[in-house]
C-alpha cells in the first residue's frame, strides 16, 4: 500500500542554519505530496503542496520539489527562526481532491536562538 | 469563520464508558475525517464522509462510529472505550473538488483507563 516516510527526530538547529528533511513515498500512480506543520498545542496546518512531478511548492521560505524519480519530497529552508520551531508531517494522496491522507510520522524541529 | 471546532479539548474515560467526540465546521466543505496520532505514528485516518449521509472507513475504524446527518457536523462516537483508544484526534474539512488543502481543528485528546 502507500506509504511516506519521513526522517527520524528530532533536529535541533541554531537560528539561521539551513534545514532539510527528508520525505520518501510509496504509491501507484501519481500522488500528490503535501508538507504539514503543527505547532505546538495546535492542529496541522498546510504548508506547501506538490501536485504533479518537477513541481515546487514554497510557503513561508519553506520548499520541495517533487521528484518522481527518486521519490522524494524532501523540505527545505535556508534560514531557520526560532518561530519555525514545530513538527512536520509529509503527506500524499491518490486522490484528486486531496483527501484520504497518508502521512509520515512527523519530524520534530527545534530551532534555538 | 471559526473554522473546524472541536468539542471537547480533553477527556479521560474509563475502560468500556462509551462517548462522542464533536467536530463542526463552518465553510461549508463537503468532505470532514477524523484521524488520531499517536507517537511515532504520524496521524492514522479512523474514518471520512464526502457528505451528508455518506461515511467511510479509513485506514483504523475499529472501534469508533460515525454519522453525517448535515454538512457541518461529523461527530465520532466510542462505543466502548479501551485503552489503546488513548490519543490525540483531530477532526479535518476540506472542498471535495480540487482543494488540496484539509483544515484541521485543534484536537481532542483522549486518555482511556
Redesign the interface.
Known amino acids: 500500500g502507500d506509504s511516506v516516510t519521513q526522517m527520524e527526530g528530532p533536529v535541533t538547529l541554531s537560528e539561521e542554519a539551513f534545514l532539510t528533511i527528508n520525505c520518501t513515498y510509496t504509491a501507484t500512480g501519481y500522488p500528490s505530496l503535501f508538507w504539514y506543520v503543527q505547532y505546538p498545542g495546535e492542529g496541522l496546518q498546510l504548508l506547501l503542496k506538490a501536485t504533479k512531478a518537477d513541481d515546487k511548492g514554497s510557503n513561508k521560505g519553506f520548499e520541495a520539489t517533487y521528484r518522481k524519480e527518486t521519490t522524494s519530497f524532501h523540505l527545505e529552508k535556508g534560514s531557520v527562526q526560532v518561530s519555525d520551531s514545530a513538527v512536520y508531517f509529509c503527506a500524499l494522496t491518490r486522490n484528486q481532491a486531496g483527501t484520504a491522507l497518508i502521512f509520515g510520522k512527523g519530524t520534530t524541529l527545534s530551532v534555538s536562538s | 469563520n471559526a473554522g473546524?471546532t472541536q468539542t471537547p479539548k480533553f477527556q479521560v474515560l474509563k475502560t468500556g464508558q462509551s462517548m462522542t467526540l464533536q467536530c463542526a465546521q463552518d465553510m461549508n466543505h463537503e468532505?470532514m475525517?477524523w484521524?488520531r496520532q499517536d507517537p511515532?505514528?504520524?496521524?492514522?485516518?479512523i474514518h471520512?464522509s464526502?457528505g451528508a449521509g455518506i461515511t467511510d472507513q479509513?485506514e483504523v475504524p475499529n472501534g469508533y462510529n460515525v454519522s453525517r446527518s448535515t454538512t457541518e457536523d461529523f461527530p465520532l462516537r466510542l462505543l466502548s472505550a479501551a485503552p489503546s483508544q488513548t490519543s490525540v484526534y483531530?477532526c479535518?474539512s476540506?472542498?471535495?473538488?480540487?482543494?488540496?488543502?484539509?483544515y484541521?481543528?485543534?484536537?481532542t485528546r483522549l486518555t482511556v483507563t
Open positions: 473546524v468532505y475525517s484521524y511515532g505514528m504520524g496521524l492514522r485516518l471520512y464526502v479509513g483531530f479535518a476540506s472542498r471535495v473538488v480540487s482543494s488540496y488543502e484539509q484541521f481543528g485543534p484536537g
